[in-house]
T-cell receptor, first 115, second 108 residues
Framework: ETGVTQTPRHLVMGMTNKKSLKCEQHLGHNAMYWYKQSAKKPLELMFVYNFKEQTENNSVPSRFSPECPNSSHLFLHLHTLQPEDSALYLC??????????????FGEGSWLTVV | RKEVEQDPGPFNVPEGATVAFNCTYSNSASQSFFWYRQDCRKEPKLLMSVYSSGNEDGRFTAQLNRASQYISLLIRDSKLSDSATYLCVVNNGQNFVFGPGTRLSVLP
């Protein structure tokens, strides 16, 4: 059981499609994150939102577009992706981005395959 | 140099063995420290926070050395179910920074 829910869990899309990944957290947190994890590789931070403001964009290509309408929801809009974008996309949340005693919690991830 | 470094392994140990992982961090402003566990094709999950005085949770012991800027995780009496990748995580006051992970395989 997780306080961070991601949908869909699996997504197959063509390179010309537009799709979105959704994340919802039920923990009352103020910071939300998108990470990418390619096969057998470390986590890569993509975006951070702290109190609904984007605070990190880790040089992510513009074909990935995040949206944070409120502190509980985070979206990742996808368009004209490449096959190398196929990966596990993980959403996470924490009380806020900084500060002592924070812990970060992950959703189960969305497996994306670009064909 | 990466901000959080770990030996990638793999560590292959027999059941019942004791195994230790180390992690080093470069940002002296780091405030909070954690070990996460990630199973194959799953999300990372918090294993334990790491406190300055050291802390233990069953077979797992975590230690922090602020002077040398390293964190350790000791697993005693390894079980097959301990096989996973162990991620060292540091909050540097601005962000959570993840190490690349150390892979552990416990063999029967």
């Amino acid at each position: 059981e997780t306080g961070v829910t991601q949908t869909p869990r699996h997504l197959v899309m063509g390179m010309t499609n537009k799709k979105s990944l959704k994340c919802e957290q039920h923990l009352g947190h103020n910071a939300m994150y998108w990470y990418k994890q390619s096969a057998k590789k470390p986590l890569e931070l993509m975006f951070v939102y702290n109190f609904k403001e984007q605070t990190e964009n880790n040089s992510v290509p513009s074909r990935f577009s995040p949206e944070c309408p409120n502190s509980s929801h985070l979206f990742l809009h996808l368009h004209t992706l490449q096959p190398e974008d196929s990966a596990l996309y993980l959403c996470a949340s924490s009380q806020d981005q900084t500060g002592r005693g924070n812990t970060i919690y992950f959703g189960e991830g969305s497996w994306l395959t670009v064909v | 140099r990466k901000e959080v470094e770990q030996d990638p392994g793999p560590f292959n140990v027999p059941e019942g063995a004791t195994v230790a992982f180390n992690c080093t961090y470069s940002n002296s402003a780091s405030q909070s420290f954690f070990w996460y566990r990630q199973d194959c094709r799953k999300e990372p999950k918090l294993l334990m926070s790491v406190y300055s005085s050291g802390n233990e949770d069953g077979r797992f012991t975590a230690q922090l050395n602020r002077a040398s800027q390293y964190i350790s995780l000791l697993i005693r009496d390894s079980k097959l179910s301990d096989s996973a990748t162990y991620l060292c995580v540091v909050n540097n006051g601005q962000n959570f920074v993840f190490g690349p992970g150390t892979r552990l395989s416990v063999l029967p």
